[in-house]
């Protein structure tokens, strides 16, 4: 019976069931101290002095370090020349939060007594931590020497204005894709020893071998005295691909002090300094027909960077723009894009990066092209898609073709699932009765690029490569451990990778183990990321393990004195096809490998091991159709997610139960960002006033709908596995979904346009202004 | 400082501590009980909930020596007829209740506690309960799955 797509149980659940999993905080190395950081209190300030004479005699306390200790070391990787992000901030602090000094101490309690007691004298500047502030003809400048706040410009080619002129129609929007804290519930962390052998860092990272490498350059040693292990991780997200100056900083204490020292994050900390997601502004125009035929599309995103440019957060309007037209024919589509800085915490990857973004303007559009013609959404949706027989699809930006794809038929199977009909009639009835909420129903038909991917994708943002490893091998009992390049923190791939080698093996799911994520037993690796790892590392394990069969298939052959061709593999032996009785255990093939006079004499002892750096030809293009209902209190303005429909076609399914999970998981957070997520910062003071998860509304439980899930499938043509991946889908998907409805449950109001987090507030005061029209324009500024 | 004495999992702890260290530190630090987490510092994701006295509480906003002389049970602690695991635990394996499983450890003892109290809750029921409790991958949706292929198989393997 074939594991692949089986709901297979996971191999990962029972250490971390029972509280036997290791995350890096639950580390305790003999003589370990605690490292902890002071931090800035004012979002734009020189540092006028440090005193740390009343913190070092605090008891417990081992030393203080500021930002001159470190002057031998380079700024932190991967930033735009000028612009680079010191380990500790040199001479300015660009945001409330940004690490200034170090404390090393006996413990947690006294570092954070220590740290309270440093005094820093600050010379306060005026902060801006809007696009609009930073943009202002007058701003203040974070870093004066460049210039000006705006970093990177990239603009339109042609303005299309000619083709808009010709159009039946065109509508404006401007909307605001707000910034958003990631927030795995496990914070940053990372614990360095640094002995006589060389360093070893336990991070709680997406990537070990990318952090190996820049940080073995960084601290200039070799990679073979710098070892990094990502142990047990809790939730990822995209915040731990991110060079944080703690990983850098760490090492060099532990270095310093001649002891192993930890460093973790509290959760205020990591609010203020885990990497941001979003924060983008859009100005869009769409051009269309009577028919609702989209002519033109103009996408222009401007990008709030934060306090420093990082590596990824430069690529994510790059990647808004690629995806803008969704999975629409657009005739004419022209996008640009700008990157300022601000005076807040840098913005980096947050699950999706970048795609949520296109996707949210692209599927607000359409509906707003609906609205404006008076057609329904669906019926937009479906005369616009590009269709099943026109893949592969070149788009207007030449890095992007997309691969496969059913867009009719995953909205049909969403409009079936939703019962589109029977809550329209429901919504009507509903608007006409003061006495129930008002129905909304909002559609996403999305696209996302994942499977990162092809050459050169990923070397972009810093990376070595794109390709993703697998090493397979196989024990003298006929056991196998898979050795992968991926980290996975929660996606289940040690199941999933141990389900497509048990296939192509023949061993037992249960004799397969997977080692990842430490850079002295995997040989190399990229990291988990992009959607990457069942399209890359599974790929990868499928190939390998077919490879190495190839070999083991000679040994039994030998063994059995029988033809190769003859042979099959299945419950961990081999057996003769017609002859059942003739068989050799896998046991007894493993064995045989190690010892050469049992082998054929073209093959040598050790040679049921395979390696393989599996590349990719292409992205992948993970698609799907999201519909979902929602009531809304006409005396409150509260938002009840009724019903939410997830049609998703990420190709070949490996395991269903893990797939539903990570819809569900990026649903979740997709529909807190329509609803009730959103980084604030003090306009005066530039002091962020969501710090906390007192203040910043994680949902919970009871906030949450349970979903409907739904499934077409159009295989990747791009991996063997024609495995897209599903990482990022829900968070992709459904913030438009959710926005859409509630627009569509408020148009009597002449509601065109609410931003995210669609609060209560907003639309009470939809519902509450005179009916006056808020314009797609108006909304939202 | 002082010696408090708290019962873990049935077994005695006794240590030096300070009057303000927290009693998810006392588990962690000095009992050296790692699976129950720290998650945040305002009491609002409940990764750190063990019970106290059979209740469950947020072992962040518990001093120490406010537990002194009781008994604590943690994820360490649970145990039960389906290869080791309680009903609890084999439901998050069973339902996918559990991703990266860093609030596994409170998220199951809150469960735990939700149907020693109320042994058969509704889905409303369950998601209320479980409200402190913030899971950042799954949606709570096979959380809700879980607690109930737990009450449905709270006698023991069919």
């Known amino acids: 019976m074939s ?98 000094a170090v404390v090393v101490a006996e413990d947690r309690y006294a570092a954070a007594d220590a740290v309270a007691a440093v005094r820093v004298e600050y010379e306060v500047l005026p902060a801006v931590t809007t696009i609009s502030e930073a943009v202002a003809p007058d701003a203040p400048l974070l870093f004066p020497h460049h210039g000006s706040n705006s970093i990177v410009t990239v603009p339109m080619v042609d303005d299309l204005e000619r083709v808009m002129e010709s159009c039946d129609m065109r509508a404006t929007l401007h ?40 940080l073995a350059a960084w601290l200039n040693v070799p990679h073979t005295q710098c070892r990094v292990i990502a142990p047990a991780v809790g939730g990822g997200f995209g915040a731990k691909i991110v060079w944080s100056p703690e990983l850098f900083v760490t090492p060099l204490l532990s270095k310093w002090t001649g002891r192993p020292v930890k460093f973790m994050q509290s959760r205020t900390e990591a609010m203020l300094q885990m990497t941001h997601g979003r924060d983008q502004e859009h100005d869009l125009e769409v051009g269309f027909d009577k028919n609702g035929k989209i002519k033109a599309l103009r996408f222009v995103v401007t990008q709030n960077l934060g306090a420093y440019p990082d590596p990824t957060g430069l690529g994510l309007p790059v990647l808004t723009g690629w995806m803008a037209a969704g999975c629409y024919k657009v005739p004419k589509v022209q996008t640009a894009f700008r990157s300022v800085v601000t005076n807040t915490t840098p913005v980096a990857a947050y699950r999706g990066a970048g795609r949520p ?95 990162f991917g092809p050459n050169g994708s990923l070397e972009g943002f810093g990376h070595l490569a794109s390709w993703e ?57 990229i990291g988990t990321m992009g959607s990457r790892s069942v399209p890359m590392v599974g790929s990868a394990t499928k190939v390998a393990s077919q490879r190495l069969l190839v070999r083991a298939k000679k040994i039994a052959a030998h063994l059995l004195e029988a033809a190769e061709e003859d042979l099959e593999v299945a419950n961990d032996a081999f057996s003769v096809k017609g002859s059942p009785g003739k068989k050799v255990g896998w046991s007894d ?14 093959l040598q002892a050790g040679t049921l091991e395979e390696r393989l750096f599996q590349e990719s030809p292409n992205f992948s293009y993970p698609s799907g159709a999201y519909g979902c209902v929602v009531e809304i209190d006409r005396r409150t303005g509260k938002v009840k997610v009724a019903k939410m429909v997830l049609v998703d076609d990420c190709g070949t399914v490996i395991n269903p139960l893990l797939a539903e999970g990570q819809v569900h998981g990026g649903a979740a957070q997709g529909i807190a960002q329509a609803l009730y997520e959103e980084m604030k910062y003090d306009p005066d003071t530039g002091q962020p006033i969501t710090s906390n998860l007192v203040d910043y509304l994680i949902p919970s439980a009871p906030d949450l709908p349970g979903f409907i899930p739904g499934r077409i499938n159009t295989p990747c043509p791009n991996n063997p596995l024609g495995a897209k991946g599903i990482g990022e889908s829900g968070a992709i998907g459904s913030p438009p979904s959710v926005v859409n409805a509630i627009v569509d449950a408020l148009s009597h109001f002449g509601v065109e346009h609410l931003d995210m987090p669609v609060l209560p507030e907003k639309i009470w005061a939809a519902m509450n202004s005179n009916h006056t029209t808020h314009n797609a324009n108006g909304a939202g500024r | 400082m002082r010696r408090i004495e708290i ?85 998050f394996r069973q339902e996918h ?43 709570y949706e096979m959380i809700v799955n879980s607690v109930r292929w737990a009450a449905e198989n709270a006698g023991g393997p069919k």
């Open chain 1, 357 to 451: 973004e296109a996707t949210y303007s692209i599927e607000r559009l359409v509906d707003l092209v609906a609205d404006r013609t008076g057609l329904d959404p669906v019926e937009v949706r479906m005369r616009n898609f590009i269709q099943s027989n026109e893949f592969p699809y070149e788009t207007h930006n030449e890095a992007v073709i997309y691969d496969s794809g059913n867009f009719p038929e995953a909205l049909r199977e969403c409009v079936r699932l939703l019962d589109y009909d029977a809550v329209k009639a429901q919504q009507a009835a509903h608007r006409n009765d003061p006495s129930k909420p008002l129905i909304g129903i909002g559609f996403s038909t999305w696209i996302e690029i994942a499977g």
């Open chain 2, 7 to 91: 019962t873990i999992n049935g077994r005695k702890h006794s240590h030096e501590v300070e009057d303000r260290t927290l009693l998810i530190h006392f588990i962690r630090e000095h009992a050296r009980l790692t699976g129950s987490h720290i998650g945040c510092d305002t009491s609002n994701c409940g990764a750190c909930t063990v019970l106290l006295d059979d209740e469950a509480v947020k072992s962040c906003t518990v001093l120490a020596a406010q537990a002194d002389g009781q008994s604590v049970t943690t994820i360490e602690g649970l145990s039960g007829p389906f290869d080791g695991l309680s009903n609890v635990q084999e439901g």
């Open chain 1, 469 to 525: 490893s697998a090493q397979v091998r196989i024990h003298p009992d006929g056991s196998c451990t898979l050795f992968i390049g991926s980290s996975p923190h929660g996606q289940g791939t040690e199941t999933v990778v141990s389900q497509i080698a048990a296939d192509e093996l023949g061993i037992s799911f249960d004799r397969i183990n997977v080692v990842h994520s430490d850079t002295a037993t995997v040989i190399q690796g």
């Open chain 1, 589 to 602: 093939v493993a064995l045989a490998s190690f010892q050469p006079l049992r082998l054929p004499p073209e």
């Open chain 1, 175 to 214: 909307l605001v894709n707000q910034r958003c804290a990631v927030v795995p519930i496990e914070p940053m962390g990372c614990l360095a020893d640094w002995t006589m052998e060389g360093l070893t860092v336990w991070a709680t990272f997406q990537a070990p071998h990318h952090l190996r490498n820049k």
């Open chain 1, 3 to 100: 594991l692949v797509g089986a709901k297979v149980l996971r191999k990962e659940d029972p250490r971390l069931l029972t509280g036997r999993a290791q995350f890096v905080d639950d580390f305790k190395p003999t003589n370990v101290a605690f490292a902890q950081f002071v931090v800035s209190e004012h979002a734009h300030a020189n540092i006028v002095s440090i005193d740390t004479r009343d913190a070092m005699k605090m008891p417990g306390v081992l030393g203080i370090w500021t930002s001159h200790d470190f002057a031998d070391y380079p700024d932190l990787p991967g930033g735009l020349p000028d612009l680079e992000r010191p380990p500790l901030a040199t001479g300015r602090v660009r945001w409330a939060g940004e690490p200034v």
């Open chain 2, 97 to 139: 209740g559990l991703q990266c499983g860093y609030c596994t450890p409170g998220m199951l003892m809150a469960c735990t506690a939700l149907l020693n109290e109320n042994p058969n809750p509704s889905d409303g029921e369950i998601r209320h309960a479980l409200e402190g409790n913030i899971c950042r991958c799954t949606g």
